[in-house]
Nanobody
Framework: QVQLVESGGGLVQPGGSLRLSCASS????????MGWYRQAPGKQREMVAL???????NYADSVKGRFTISRDNAANTVYLQMNSLSPEDTDVYYC???????????WGKGTQVTVSS
């Protein structure tokens, strides 16, 4: 069973920054894709940023130019640097991994990000 532990969420003022971390219990080499998703109550979960095993990245249009996803292979950790935060970014953010074998997906429990004056 893959375990994902998210951290780094919290309260920040508009225009501020946060960095989310997701530590996985398995090696990066067992993972096809890692990503961050967010979900507000009553809304569908949406993709925020993805990074593939080859280093290719993909971002939601709403976060392009503000958010950056990256990996640390030695630490088996994926990060999401969030800059120029807006109240519209307030959500629970979830880490996701897609394994190479059977493309099985695993999810973290989520970390709350609140952007408010």
């Amino acid at each position: 069973q893959v375990q994902l532990v998210e951290s780094g969420g919290g309260l920040v003022q508009p225009g501020g920054s946060l960095r989310l971390s997701c530590a996985s219990s398995v090696s990066f080499f067992s993972i096809n894709t890692m990503g961050w998703y967010r979900q507000a109550p009553g809304k569908q979960r949406e993709m925020v940023a993805l990074i593939t095993s080859g280093g290719m990245t993909n971002y939601a249009d709403s976060v392009k130019g503000r958010f950056t996803i990256s990996r640390d292979n030695a630490a088996n950790t994926v990060y999401l640097q969030m800059n120029s935060l807006s109240p519209e970014d307030t959500d629970v953010y979830y880490c996701n991994v897609e394994m190479r074998i059977l493309l099985t997906n695993y999810w973290g429990k989520g970390t709350q990000v609140t952007v408010s004056s």
